[in-house]
């Protein structure tokens, strides 16, 4: 395992990668010394982003957001708010000790998939904490929601008709992926909107493209 460092607040080279600007999700924890720090409120300067607060484990995560240049701000007391630029980070462990604010960015990126979605590595899924596979894929996806064993990835359209998105496991469709876990998984891809289309109407609710651990024949 790779040693990391601590940083004051330095800046860290950007690096060349492909990034959704402007719909990301951040995640971060915060520390006061090395305990959780939990109901301190977050936000980030993204016009759509939504203040949040640091759940008991001092976790917060905050969707759409631009971490090429928003900056996001930990508001400790009424007295002191902390203004920490992302610098390219999408994954943040902050850390409070006296008057001053240590941080350790990361970069966990979500590369295009061959049909213009995204994909989700295993190495992605298993930092969710999760073991089924479809509570982690909602829980790292941005947009996609678990719902009654399901996976909603656009939003409830009908009341009547199925919302469904069309899953594919190693090629071939199926509707039943419940049973999986995330350690059988090699990676996830989510298709949407334009990128889904190639499926034709079948694709009209998302397509969930799941390839196994040792079935990598269309990587």
Not at 105 to 133: A, C, D, F, H, W
Request: charged fraction near 25%.
């Amino acid at each position: 395992m790779k040693a990391h460092k601590w940083y004051v607040m330095i800046f860290i080279s950007a690096i060349s990668f492909t990034v959704f600007a402007g719909n990301e999700t951040l995640e971060g924890y915060l520390l006061n010394e090395e305990m959780a720090a939990s109901d301190v409120k977050v936000w980030a300067s993204a016009p759509k982003s939504k203040m949040t607060l640091t759940n008991k484990k001092g976790r917060f995560k905050i969707k759409r957001v631009d971490t090429a240049k928003d900056t996001l701000f930990v508001e400790i007391s009424q007295e002191k708010t902390w203004a920490i630029p992302l610098e390219w980070a999408n994954i943040l462990t902050i850390r409070l000790k006296g008057d001053s604010i240590f941080v350790k960015r990361e970069r966990e990126e979500m590369r295009p998939s061959s049909y213009g979605g995204v994909v989700i590595t295993r190495k992605m899924l298993e930092q969710t904490g999760e073991t089924n596979l479809l509570r982690a894929i909602a829980r790292k996806a941005s947009g996609v929601e678990y719902v009654q064993d399901n996976l909603l990835i656009r939003g409830i359209k009908s009341f009547t008709l199925t919302n469904n998105p069309l899953y594919i496991l190693d090629g071939v469709e199926t509707t039943n992926v419940t049973y999986l876990t995330v350690m059988e998984v090699e990676s996830v891809e989510i298709l949407k909107d334009a990128s889904s289309s190639i499926f034709g109407v079948k694709g009209g609710n998302g397509v969930v493209i799941i390839t196994r651990t040792g079935n990598l024949f269309n990587k």
